[in-house]
């Protein structure tokens, strides 16, 4: 008989534009799916829509590629209904996916601490939240708001994920003493792979660069036009992802508007999961200088697609030079970013084919030498016997 694993998360699918969060729990579904019984308590829209999904049935379980899924619709009202599911869903382990989503973690917490649930173990995932530049976002709220959480002993008892030594250490860091029980199991890729044709690059060609994530500070697109606002070569910038942050896009449209007239930036909105290895396999670099991320799924769909990365050495995603398949940087150097362009547009064709060839052997002999299933399978399982 399969273990239940209850999972709280802000969204899930047919949603797309939470992006990582929502990746990694498909993702470990798809892998884990023969050894646990996941069942999912989520919103009924995506992330920043203000209307439900289409076809899909709140107030009751329903079944979404293999998965059982309970969506909630907005609105205090649907509290009460959160509370009886917590209370009366069979499962042997409650899994969170946030350390500061209201409704998806800490009403559970609160009624875990109250004592209005069966006991049962509890893992969170803080998904890269307590990283220095994640964290410093709006830090007047986040820091008084953890010192009560402790203070109310919310956080006593569970078991933390980190995805790398990278984000134990910030769980450490942030959490001390209550954070005792830190198990490292990284994200995990997706099973389904995808063909996709890769666009050949000619020197003479205006270098291609695609920027895809959330529109938010956290992900720091501002950067990135301020960057591109400083090269001497000609680029093509692809802007696709939601628009979380609808002030901070008025700030990164501005600085669009005042790029020099040889490069030339272009927004493209949200694009769906299916779409994103084309997408990439279609720039000659990807550019993410995010203020943290705890994996980064975007990054190994950008590697297995073949497109190098330019990324800040805030991931856990470092040592790209020596691999050969980009740069990690420090945001404390933007010219070091703008000199990076410079060089690889600076390429012949040949030499930039090289250089995708060798990102696709990176990513093929990454996959091969993981032992991150092995690392989540214990890290789940074990939990359930522990508890």
Same mark, same amino acid.
């Given at each position: 008989m399969?273990?239940?694993i209850l999972?709280?998360?802000?969204?899930?699918?047919?949603?797309y534009?939470?992006?990582?969060?929502?990746?990694?729990?498909?993702?470990?579904?798809?892998?884990?799916r023969?050894?646990?019984?996941f069942?999912?308590i989520?919103?009924?829209?995506?992330?920043g829509?203000?209307?439900?999904y289409?076809?899909?049935?709140?107030?009751?379980?329903?079944?979404?590629?293999?998965?059982?899924?309970?969506?909630l619709?907005?609105g205090?009202?649907?509290?009460?209904?959160?509370?009886?599911l917590?209370?009366d869903?069979?499962?042997?382990?409650?899994? !969170?996916?946030? *350390? %500061?989503a209201? @409704?998806?973690?800490?009403v559970?917490?609160v009624?875990?601490? =109250?004592?209005a649930?069966? $006991?049962?173990?509890?893992i969170?995932?803080?998904?890269g939240?307590?990283?220095?530049?994640?964290l410093?976002?709006k830090s007047?709220?986040?820091?008084?708001?953890?010192?009560?959480a402790?203070?109310?002993?919310?956080?006593?008892?569970?078991?933390w994920?980190?995805?790398?030594?990278?984000?134990?250490d910030?769980?450490r860091r942030?959490?001390?003493r209550?954070?005792?029980?830190?198990?490292q199991?990284?994200?995990?890729p997706?099973?389904?792979v995808?063909t996709?044709k890769?666009r050949?690059?000619?020197?003479?060609?205006? !270098?291609?660069? *695609? %920027?895809?994530? @959330?529109?938010?500070p956290?992900?720091?697109?501002?950067?990135? =036009?301020?960057?591109?606002s $400083?090269?001497?070569?000609?680029?093509?910038?692809?802007?696709?992802?939601p628009?979380?942050?609808?002030?901070?896009?008025?700030?990164?449209?501005?600085?669009?508007?005042?790029?020099p007239?040889?490069v030339?930036?272009?927004?493209r909105g949200?694009v769906g999961?299916?779409?994103?290895?084309q997408?990439?396999?279609?720039?000659?670099?990807f550019?993410?200088p995010?203020?943290?991320e705890?994996?980064?799924?975007?990054?190994?769909?950008a590697?297995?697609?073949?497109?190098?990365?330019l990324?800040?050495?805030?991931?856990?995603?470092?040592?790209?030079?020596a691999l050969?398949?980009g740069?990690?940087?420090?945001?404390?150097?933007?010219q070091a970013?703008?000199?990076?362009?410079?060089?690889?547009?600076?390429?012949?064709?040949?030499?930039?084919?090289?250089?995708?060839?060798?990102?696709l052997?990176v990513?093929?002999?990454r996959?091969?030498?993981?032992?991150d299933?092995?690392?989540?399978?214990?890290?789940?399982?074990?939990a359930v016997?522990a508890g």
């Amino acid at each position: 008989m399969k273990h239940v694993i209850l999972v709280c998360i802000s969204n899930y699918l047919p949603g797309y534009k939470s992006g990582g969060p929502l990746r990694s729990i498909v993702n470990l579904v798809e892998h884990l799916r023969d050894d646990v019984d996941f069942r999912v308590i989520t919103a009924d829209r995506d992330l920043g829509d203000a209307i439900p999904y289409d076809n899909v049935p709140s107030g009751r379980w329903t079944e979404v590629e293999g998965v059982q899924v309970y969506y909630l619709p907005e609105g205090l009202g649907a509290l009460g209904t959160l509370y009886r599911l917590l209370r009366d869903t069979p499962c042997d382990m409650l899994y !969170l996916n946030s *350390v %500061f989503a209201t @409704r998806s973690t800490l009403v559970p917490l609160v009624v875990r601490r =109250l004592g209005a649930m069966p $006991r049962r173990k509890v893992i969170i995932a803080p998904r890269g939240e307590f990283s220095p530049g994640a964290l410093a976002l709006k830090s007047w709220k986040k820091r008084p708001f953890l010192a009560l959480a402790r203070v109310a002993g919310l956080y006593s008892g569970l078991t933390w994920q980190a995805s790398t030594d990278f984000e134990a250490d910030d769980i450490r860091r942030v959490m001390g003493r209550v954070a005792t029980d830190i198990h490292q199991a990284c994200d995990l890729p997706s099973l389904v792979v995808q063909t996709v044709k890769v666009r050949r690059r000619n020197a003479e060609d205006p !270098l291609r660069i *695609v %920027f895809l994530s @959330r529109i938010s500070p956290k992900k720091n697109l501002a950067f990135a =036009l301020s960057c591109l606002s $400083r090269v001497r070569v000609q680029v093509e910038f692809t802007i696709y992802g939601p628009v979380e942050d609808a002030a901070y896009w008025d700030e990164c449209e501005d600085l669009m508007q005042a790029l020099p007239d040889h490069v030339k930036a272009t927004y493209r909105g949200a694009v769906g999961p299916v779409q994103v290895p084309q997408v990439m396999a279609e720039h000659d670099l990807f550019f993410l200088p995010t203020l943290g991320e705890n994996y980064g799924h975007v990054l190994a769909e950008a590697i297995a697609s073949g497109t190098p990365v330019l990324v800040a050495d805030t991931t856990p995603w470092r040592g790209l030079e020596a691999l050969g398949v980009g740069r990690d940087l420090p945001l404390n150097d933007p010219q070091a970013f703008v000199e990076y362009i410079e060089a690889l547009s600076r390429l012949s064709a040949d030499d930039y084919a090289d250089l995708r060839a060798r990102v696709l052997d990176v990513d093929a002999h990454r996959k091969q030498e993981s032992q991150d299933i092995e690392r989540n399978r214990a890290l789940f399982l074990g939990a359930v016997q522990a508890g």
